[in-house]
């Protein structure tokens, strides 16, 4: 007779979400900041990254930089972006 927890059958994804945290932020992350953490994320393992918004800066001026933020970050590996 087998228990649920060994009848269960599931993984875990984790998805890091710097995007959300930024975007209150009332002080302007450097640019190359963002790059260096989410880069660090990709090399412990995240795969996927909620971490920006093509957004109007003037309705979240924290998420300007996504385009360089993108450009800045290493892909080698294969990685799900969310923005």
């Given at each position: 007779?087998s228990?649920?927890t060994?009848?269960?059958n599931?993984?875990?994804?984790?998805v890091?979400c710097?995007?959300d945290a930024?975007?209150?932020?009332?002080?302007?992350v450097?640019?190359?900041?963002?790059?260096?953490?989410?880069?660090?994320?990709?090399?412990?393992?995240?795969?996927?990254?909620?971490f920006?918004?093509?957004?109007?800066?003037?309705?979240?001026?924290?998420?300007?930089d996504?385009?360089?933020?993108l450009a800045?970050?290493?892909?080698?590996?294969?990685?799900?972006?969310?923005?």
């Open positions: 007779m228990t649920k060994e009848s269960f599931a993984s875990i994804k984790l890091e710097p995007r930024m975007q209150g932020l009332h002080d302007f450097p640019t190359e900041l963002k790059i260096e953490y989410l880069n660090l994320l990709l090399q412990v393992g995240f795969d996927t990254l909620d920006g918004s093509f957004v109007s800066p003037k309705a979240i001026p924290q998420m300007r996504t385009e360089e933020v800045g970050l290493d892909l080698s590996s294969p990685t799900k972006l969310l923005g």
